[in-house]
């Protein structure tokens, strides 16, 4: 091939010399002032890509050049197989499920797709699109975020007629996202573990973790390395197998998929029920519910399936089984024993329930 391309009006004149003239190559050379390699380069590639002389009028120096230099094509490298991306990032969040597994098993389908390292590029580049509470792969079974809202809905006291605020409690699975919440009367430790309690009766298992937010019902001391849990707490997650694993204070990445659960939980329940009116906690739950559910079986555009969907695919079989028994409230009270030494006694103290099964604190 030749180091550089000719001037389109000397590669006329090349072409001119050659069928008019019916010079040898040398000659052309010397006439056009270039090399014989050239000249014998330039005349095969007229040759393959079908220019003869005279050119057509509407050849122009463009078109000619876009003819004699193509690139040859490779049919086989014209388009690799376009992974799913969409299905391949459900399949990471399985147990053990890694990117080189998931390329081998597309290799198997596609022998002449992507190389490895170009897959991975690829998968991050597109991964990179979705929101940032999507982005993180979490296993199956591994984590479930909970919080309470900042925008609170209300119900009304049916002896004052005033307007009293409660509180949204929120829960999200990892892995499928899928959606728990409910209002309760309040923030405090009764409220709090009953939230965990139905929530996990929604879901039909727990996670082997549970990362709240560093709220005093949860976490009595927030620290970065020895985060000091609230023991009722931590009985609660030990009586349903799960670990307790605040996240940092300050730090909403360390828990980005309840901080945008939360924000759903604000456009798609509380906005729609904002002008329905709610006595009872337990009236306003039953509202809460019928819009989650309706928030959890709609189609999301990243993925193009529902949360419930990726539930019962990916996350429902990797959840652990609920206890026999339902977690009971209790609370430590210090006895004092005698002047030398103290214990603590566990005095149980069970919540009642009402009908709904709901924490009748307002019945």
């Known amino acids: 091939m030749a180091a550089t391309r000719l001037l389109m009006r000397r590669l006329r004149e090349l072409l001119r010399l050659k069928y008019e003239t019916g010079l040898s190559h040398r000659a052309i050379a010397q006439a056009c002032a270039v090399g014989l390699g050239t000249v014998s380069d330039y005349l095969a590639r007229a040759t393959a890509a079908g220019v003869a002389w005279p050119l057509p009028n509407d050849l122009d120096d463009a078109a000619l050049e876009a003819r004699l230099f193509a690139r040859p094509v490779n049919p086989a490298r014209v388009a690799p197989a376009l992974p799913d991306w969409a299905h391949l990032h459900q399949e990471l969040k399985g147990p053990g499920v890694t990117l080189q597994l998931v390329w081998l098993e597309y290799r198997a389908v596609h022998p002449t797709g992507y190389a490895y390292s170009h897959f991975c590029a690829r998968y991050r580049r597109w991964a990179h699109t979705l929101k940032p509470s999507m982005r993180q792969v979490h296993r199956a079974g591994e984590k479930l975020f909970v919080d309470f809202s900042g925008k609170r809905p209300s119900v009304v006291d049916a002896t004052t007629g005033a307007l009293v605020a409660v509180e949204l409690f929120v829960g999200v699975l990892g892995a499928s996202g899928l959606i728990y919440a409910e209002a309760t009367r309040t923030q405090d430790l009764a409220s709090w573990v009953g939230a965990h309690v139905r929530m996990v009766e929604y879901f039909g298992g727990s996670t082997a973790l549970w990362v709240p937010d560093n709220l005093k019902s949860g976490v009595t001391?927030?620290?970065?390395?020895?985060?000091?849990?609230?023991?009722?707490?931590a009985d609660l997650a030990r009586h349903y197998g799960a670990v307790v694993l605040p996240a940092r204070a300050a730090h909403p990445r360390d828990k980005p998929q309840v901080e945008v659960s939360v924000q759903i939980a604000q456009r798609w329940i509380l906005a729609v029920l904002r002008h329905q009116t709610f006595f009872t906690l337990a009236d306003l739950n039953v509202a809460i519910r019928t819009?989650?559910?309706?928030?959890?079986?709609?189609?999301?555009?990243?993925?193009?399936?529902?949360?419930?969907?990726?539930?019962?695919?990916?996350?429902?079989?990797?959840?652990r089984p609920l206890p026999s028994t339902r977690y009971e409230l209790a609370t430590w009270t210090p006895r004092r024993v005698n002047i030398f030494c103290g214990v603590l006694s566990y005095v149980p103290q069970p919540a009642r329930m009402s009908k709904s099964g709901y924490v009748s604190q307002d019945d």
């Not at 559910?293 to 079989?317: C, H, K, W, Y």
């Open 291 to 319: 819009c989650l559910d309706a928030v959890n079986d709609r189609p999301m555009q990243a993925v193009g399936v529902s949360r419930r969907t990726l539930f019962e695919q990916i996350e429902r079989p990797a959840l």
């Open 221 to 233: 001391t927030a620290n970065y390395y020895e985060p000091e849990i609230n023991r009722t707490y």
